[in-house]
Structures are given as C-alpha cells and as structure tokens.
C-alpha cells in the first residue's frame, strides 16, 4: 500500500535514486535476519543480456546430476536439487532481497551446497545482491539493453559489473576459498569485466588465435574453453566443447553458447565436462524455444525471449529449420520501460518473418495500440522492401488462435514474449495468469 502512495506522489526521479538505498536495506536486513545464508553456500552468478535464466537451469541440472545439490532462482522460478518449488509470478527475474534470502536459506534447509541466482541490471542497480557473498560470477553476452532505466550503454554495463565487483568483495569461505569469474572471449566487452579481481579466471571462445591468447594472458586468464563444429538442427545441436561431444535438445546456436558457459563453470567446480554433457544430453525448458507437438503439418515454438537479441536469436534459429513460411506473433513487453525497443522489434521481426501478428505483450499501464503502432513502423522499415503480411490482433489469445488457424503445412509459428511465465499483464496494470504452452496445446487439439 506504502509503495503504490509513494509511486503516485514522487517524481520518478527521486524513486530512482531513492531504490538502490531502499533496497540495499532491505536485502542487508533479510540477510541478517536470516542468519546470513549465502555463508553456508557456494554461491553462482550468472548475468548478461540473454540467455542468463537458460544457463543457470543448464548449470543447477549439470550439478544437481553430478551429486553436488544445487538450487536456484531466475526468471522461470526457484528450485531445490532440481524439484521447482513454484513460478516466478511477480514479473522480477531477481527478486527483491528479502526473498532472494529466504530461498536461499529454503536452499540450505534441503541439504543443498551450491546455489545459481540469476543476476540482472535492475536488480543490481537496485542492490537487491547485498548481503549475499558471491563466490562465482558469469557472462553470458553483453548488448545494449533497459537503456530507458540504465540511462545508456556504459551504465547498463557498469550495472552488470557490480556482480563481479561483488565477487571480489565477497567473504571468503573456508570450505571454497577461491573467487572465480567466467567470461567471453568473443564479446566485444571483454576487457571490461576482465579487470575485475579474482582468484581464478577463465574464458569460452569459437576460435582461439594468437590475438586472443594475449587478450587472455593479459587478464590471467589460465582456463580456456573451445567451442567446435556446431552442427545445429530443429531437434537441438551437437557440438564440442574442448573435443568433448556434446548433444542438447534445445534448438538455436545461442543455446550451444549458454551449454558452453555452464558446461565451462561446472569444470572450474570440479565436474568432467563428460559429466556435463550427459546432463545436457535431454535439456528442456517448458517456454524456452519449445516446440508444442502438432500433427497439423506446421511447427509451433514458444520463447520468452524478451529483448532484442534474444528475440533475433530465436528467429534466426527458426529460418535456418526447413519452412514454408516463417509466421511470428509478438508484442513489446514492459509497457513505459525500454520504448526504444518496439521499432526494433518490429524490424528485427521483417528481417525473418514473411507473416507477422503484433498483440500485446506486459503493457502495464502503457497504450497498448500506441506499443502496437509503433512496432508497425519498425516492420514498414523492412516491409518496403520486403513482402510481408502484418496484423495486429491486440488479445494475445485470439492472435495466438488466428496464426495457428491460418497455418499453412510447412509453416513454422514462432510465438515470443511470454514463454515461460505464468501472468499477462493486461492494459490498466491488470494481472491474469497465463501458461501460453498449455494455450497452444488447447488450440492445436
């Protein structure tokens, strides 16, 4: 109630520097509370603009089937030693202090060593991380991103920072006294988050040349890990990872680069990459570039996918599957936050698609034919010199219902937005629950 008044009679500004202290407190004062449980578990971080939630369900399911009991939180929910516990209904893929701090004392009580937390730049901007001690930090890429929040490029960067600046700053514990961080080779950042101190550091790469072999050694970099002949298809991707095989179920080359991080994190823990890739062998995540089983002749994903590169990635992964056409149903999540992005939407979606149905996404209090009219100037972009059919159907489900019953054999449906989550945040700030997986199922029966 106290926070609703507060968001009506403050200027924005003032609630935005007023958050870092008022959740910092909060967060210091649950992990007091509760008896400080980060201490008592190795604790993983794992941040970047996509594929951070894939990577910490990779890496708990890697743990968890080597014998080592892990837990985690991120956007899909919190699990205990691979048992999810319950959805992410509260729209944070980070959740505030205060529950970050119960989950992992949840953790504790389970009998688990090791815990994975999603970490993102919101709720790092927030201080939503304090009083928990990192032992390991991880990233998965870096695009620009929430700059409506962040302000631009270089503080959402430095908001993404903050975790490795944490791990560095962090208690060291008896029972795993080394500080660890894992980075990308290949990102165009890696400089930045490589000048972060730690105990041990190490690196993913498609390819290892002589100019990247100094970036590593300049940074201490002793542990690498190459990524070789990715063979992708619709059914998942075989690749290796320092010449070991490996196989997942989930399509997309992004995934085989999430696979990559959490296979590489789980070695600097101890596991055989072997192990790692038994584990990834049957990988799924329900809403996660899913295929929904159809007898209809035509395939049908769903994907969170709620950023631009995320949503690029999955598009790319469907155009290189044979098809048809490619038919893509869409919103722009996050209402106010990030409008920059709906005309990218819009223009990364022509890019792929050759059928297009704009609706809602999480609109919150925003207009939804304002975010829709808006994503259709991105597509006329493209559309100019490209065909294109384009609707815009604001209710999801009955868009969702037209691109299946319009289908054609051959086709592939690429639902994005929503995925995993179990709400839908309609206009007015009106919350319903939503399990778009079990829609399409309903529709295609």
């Known amino acids: 109630m106290l926070k609703n008044l507060l968001k009506k009679i403050l200027p924005k500004t003032t609630l935005k520097k007023i958050r870092p202290f008022w959740h910092g407190f909060l967060a210091s004062a649950a992990a007091f509370r509760n008896g400080f449980p980060s201490k008592q578990l190795v604790v993983i971080g794992i941040t970047g603009t996509a594929g951070k939630s894939t990577t910490v369900q990779m890496l708990a399911k890697i743990m968890n089937d080597s014998g080592l009991k892990t837990g985690y939180v991120t956007t899909v929910g919190y699990s205990v030693n691979g048992d999810v516990f319950n959805k992410n209904k509260i729209s944070l893929s980070m959740p505030s202090g205060p529950v970050l701090q119960s989950r992992l004392l949840d953790m504790i009580d389970a009998g688990c060593k090791y815990a994975v937390i999603e970490a993102t730049s919101e709720g790092l901007a927030q201080n939503r991380h304090f009083g928990i001690d990192f032992d390991m930090a991880l990233l998965t890429n870096l695009h620009p991103a929430h700059l409506d929040s962040h302000g631009d490029f270089e503080s959402y960067k430095r908001a993404k920072g903050r975790l490795f600046k944490a791990v560095s700053a962090s208690m060291r514990k008896e029972f795993f006294p080394a500080k660890i961080i894992g980075l990308n080779l290949d990102s165009a950042d890696f400089g930045y988050f490589a000048g972060f101190k730690a105990d041990k550091k190490f690196a993913?790469?498609?390819?290892?040349?002589?100019?990247?072999?100094?970036?590593?050694?300049?940074?201490?970099?002793?542990?690498?890990?190459?990524?070789?002949?990715?063979?992708?298809?619709?059914?998942?991707?075989?690749?290796?990872?320092?010449?070991?095989?490996?196989?997942?179920?989930?399509?997309?080359?992004?995934?085989?680069?999430?696979?990559?991080?959490?296979?590489?994190?789980?070695?600097?823990?101890?596991?055989?990459?072997?192990?790692?890739?038994?584990?990834?062998?049957?990988?799924?995540?329900?809403?996660?570039?899913?295929?929904?089983?159809?007898?209809?002749?035509?395939?049908?994903?769903?994907?969170?996918?709620?950023?631009?590169?995320?949503m690029e990635n999955s598009l790319q992964a469907v155009s290189g599957m044979p098809h048809k056409r490619v038919v893509h149903v869409f919103g722009s999540t996050g209402g106010h936050r990030d409008v920059g992005k709906r005309q990218e939407f819009g223009k990364i979606s022509a890019t792929y698609a050759d059928k297009i149905i704009i609706t809602n996404d999480d609109v919150y209090e925003s207009d939804p034919v304002k975010i829709a009219e808006e994503i259709k100037n991105g597509i006329d972009a493209i559309a100019s010199v490209k065909n294109i059919e384009v609707k815009t159907i604001l209710d999801r489900g009955e868009a969702i219902r037209i691109a299946i019953a319009e289908a054609e054999e051959g086709d592939i449906i690429l639902i994005t937005g929503k995925g995993s989550e179990n709400f839908l945040v309609l206009p007015g700030d009106k919350r319903i629950d939503w399990d778009e997986h079990k829609l399409v199922e309903t529709l295609l029966r």
Not at 228 to 254: H, L, M, R, W, Y
Not at 294 to 304: N, T
Request: charged content about 20%.
């Open 204 to 310: 993913v790469t498609s390819a290892l040349n002589e100019e990247k072999s100094l970036m590593a050694t300049a940074a201490g970099i002793k542990n690498i890990y190459i990524l070789e002949d990715i063979k992708a298809t619709a059914e998942g991707s075989n690749f290796k990872i320092s010449n070991q095989e490996f196989k997942i179920g989930v399509p997309g080359e992004f995934n085989v680069w999430n696979a990559l991080l959490a296979a590489s994190a789980a070695n600097m823990l101890g596991v055989e990459l072997a192990k790692s890739a038994e584990a990834l062998t049957n990988f799924k995540i329900i809403g996660r570039m899913e295929e929904i089983d159809s007898v209809k002749g035509f395939k049908v994903f769903i994907d969170y996918a709620p950023e631009p590169i995320a």
